[in-house]
């Protein structure tokens, strides 16, 4: 995945893109151990962790575009999400969004729509 170079931020829309790949490695890790002779299971459910870490601030990694910033008393250097496969569940880009918007209002302090928020659309400065 292209992790943002130092001091240049991604959007909500990149940020969820890059889940929704993260979210296949799981596949593709069982599909290479099934090629190599190795035994794969779904018991337990694939599980997969989205960690996403600043310096000191998480705008330093994530640019949250023209959405307003609502006040908070503390600034937030990392943030974790959770996801566990379930062959009835969501699919990957609805999981994707659903972490980024959590870490849209909850973290960031953003206050703007919710498809803005789960990085479905952009707003311009």
């Known amino acids: 995945m292209n992790l943002p170079a130092s001091g240049d931020a991604a959007g909500l829309p990149a940020w969820r893109q890059r889940i929704i790949l993260a979210l296949g490695l799981a596949g593709e890790l069982a599909r290479f151990l099934t090629e190599i002779g190795l035994p794969t ?6 599980q997969l962790a989205v960690l996403v870490q ?3 601030a998480l705008t330093e990694i994530i ?3 023209g959405i307003k910033a609502l006040p908070a008393t503390y600034v937030v ?9 379930d062959p009835a569940g969501e699919p990957a880009p609805g999981a ?30």
Do not use: C, F, K, T
């Not at 299971?41 to 694939?46: L, N, Y």
């Open 63 to 65: 640019d949250p575009g």
């Open 41 to 46: 299971s779904s018991d337990p459910a694939a």
């Open 77 to 85: 250097n990392e943030s974790a999400g959770y996801l566990i496969a």
């Open 54 to 56: 600043a310096r000191q």
């Open 96 to 125: 994707a969004s659903r972490v980024l918007r959590d870490l849209s209002e909850r973290v960031l302090h953003l206050d703007g729509s919710a498809d803005e928020m789960s990085g479905l659309e952009s707003r311009m400065g």
